[in-house]
């Protein structure tokens, strides 16, 4: 049986009534007041505490750039497309304008009124220009003269000079000059340059002035001869998404190219300015900009507070989290100094690996280092999505194929924000011989797998990777996720399929253990919350995603609910389910985990329950629309016994969190868990891949626990 949209739905909400979904938009941003209570939490170290305000302003700026740009375009066209949840267009605009308004209130308050205190008590201080002495400011004078004024170009707006183009989220000041001679009064905008610190050290190595206010207190050099009056700092989001019409594209490459130039001049969705500014200078910016009054975003503390990354990478060990270093997973271990030959492991067993607990370098990129260095290699072939910048699978991907090699990479050329880099190793991999393909049309590539095609004594095999987690070593090390080495025959063949579907024409829709979308995972996972339903009370579903929206499987889930089933979602960010309502979700339960190491795994569980069947998934996937019906997205099978144990220790753990663990209300509102056993999911796996790296690789695997 699989559920569809209009499958029974309980004695609950129906379908078309209000409250049965969550706001999407609003979800993202009860996600982002979750950061902000780890940016004020006590028990956090201080600058982690700084890493969290810094995120939350930049997944801010992200969240105007795409969803607030999405839905200004909506209201423009006369869109009367309503969300799942009832709201139109501008009712969201309308809602969102109220709590970023909150959002950014509680942002200054703990940014001006608890870190800047804790952090100058801690002998790091973020100093304001007005607060130096006459030796400090001599010093940055100095610094201005040398290294800021030179690339400074002021911009003076008259009849001879247009209002200049203020590009997308870049630091500036709004001043405001007089002329002494004709009593004029004129406005000027001076860039902060954005390859320059954003806050400039003082010698002592302690203190920290922001940028703009240095070139602030030196604007009459910048003025020779005038009266330089009011000025304040501002910036300005755009809206970034692109517009790719890719069925009139000749070239992926160039398009994407030219729809990136053309993202710098993006409509303008909101203007942030010091609250001190005058209504004439604000009343400008919006007039110019051509945005209303309500997009406009007043902040006390400093302009973009991601610029407190800087602060973060402070050397100061005592005001971190304790530095963790990954270990080499178990199976991997070097045996009397002797390198492991990670073909014959993954011939005799599965290796499932857990980052950044264990390492991506010894295990991943070993993978395909030594891949790229075995004679017997034929072929590799591999997604990137995203990666870092030092790459050493690119560079093992380069070194395969001038060793000969057959190598295919496909690299997302529409990875948000990741374009241009894409489009740079893309370049650097055709150049050295590398079938490069750019996806499919209308789709994303966003599945994380790799495919190596082996000669040996028996015959030609294939090894794999299927991970949940981009190809990045930067992003391993700060991201939680799960990947699956295996050279399982089965595995093997479905991957050699799906990489002929993207790179070769071809409409496979069936794998034989694979799960794909967009050809056949939304129907999978219906399939399997629809047998958990007719299991009833003896079924059993835990879901661990990063974000849920889709309608459909939500509807699923309360059907199943309404039959009896125990679900438990463990949803970091986005989630339009709601859970605890009586007659439609009694039996659901809804948690976020929100801590040191950014929670990004996808796991699947269904049933496993006294002994009944159990299904066990990992992938790339998250329930989302655009996962399942608008990405290629990869979920792969775990069905080795001990791999299917140290997954359910796994989530036995995300479920019995009581440190960093919010929980999600009948009502739609998250509320912090309260610390009773002081659980931390994250630390637990710190302490258990100590373990295993010290011991046999069975070690760290216990029973699970009958409520899973």
Known sequence: MVVQATAPLGSGLSQEQPGRYVNRELSWLDFGARLLDLAEDGSLPLLERVKFLAIFSQGLDEFFQVRVAGLKDQVAAGARVRSPDGLSAMEQLTEIRKRVASLVRRQDAIFLEGLVPELASSGVRLSDWSSLDAQDRQYLVGVFDDQVFPVLTPLAVDPGHPFPYISNLSLNLAVMVGDPITGQQRFARVKVPPLLPRFLVLPDAERFVPLEQVIAARLDVLFPEMEVGAHYAFRVTRNADLALEEDGADDLLEAIEEELRRRRFGRAVRLEIDAAATQEIRDLL???????????????????LGGLWAVHGLDRPDLHEPTWVPMTPAALVPRDEEPVDIFATLR?????????????TASVEAFIDRAANDPDVLAIKQTLYRTSGDSRIVASLIQAAEAGKQVAAVVELKARFDEQANIAWARALEEAGVHVVYGLVGLKTHNKSALVVRREPT???????????????????????????????????????????????????????????????????????????????????????????????????????????????????????????????????????????????????????????????????????RNLDRRVETLVPIEDPELQVRLGEVLELCLEDDTNTWALGPDGGWKRVSRTKGVSVQARLQEMAKLVRRSAPAAGVHRLSPGL
């Open 286 to 304: 919006a007039r110019e900009l051509d945005l209303a009054p309500d997009d406009v975003c007043e902040t006390r503390a400093p302009v973009d």
């Open 348 to 360: 005799e067993r599965d290796v499932l690996v857990h980052h950044p607990y264990d390492s991506f």
């Open 459 to 625: 015959g030609i095999r294939r090894y794999c990777h299927v991970g949940t987690g981009n190809y990045n070593s930067g992003t391993a090390r700060i991201y939680e996720d799960l990947g699956l080495l295996t050279a399982d025959p089965e595995i093997g063949a479905d991957m050699g399929e799906l990489f002929n579907y993207l790179t070769g024409y071809s409409r496979q829709r069936h794998y034989r253990k694979l799960v794909v979308s967009p050809v056949g995972l939304r129907d999978e996972i219906l399939k399997l919350i629809a047998a958990q339903a007719d299991e009833g009370s003896t079924g059993r579903i835990v879901i661990k995603v990063n974000g849920l929206t889709d309608p459909q499987i939500i509807d699923a889930l309360y059907y199943a609910s309404d039959r009896g089933v125990p679900i438990d979602l463990i949803v970091r960010g986005i989630c339009c389910l709601r859970p605890g309502v009586a007659g439609l979700s009694e039996m659901i339960k809804v948690r976020s985990i929100v801590g040191r190491f950014l929670e990004h795994s996808r796991i699947y569980r269904f049933g496993g329950v006294d002994g009944r069947p159990l299904r066990l998934l990992i992938g790339s996937a998250d329930l989302m629309e």
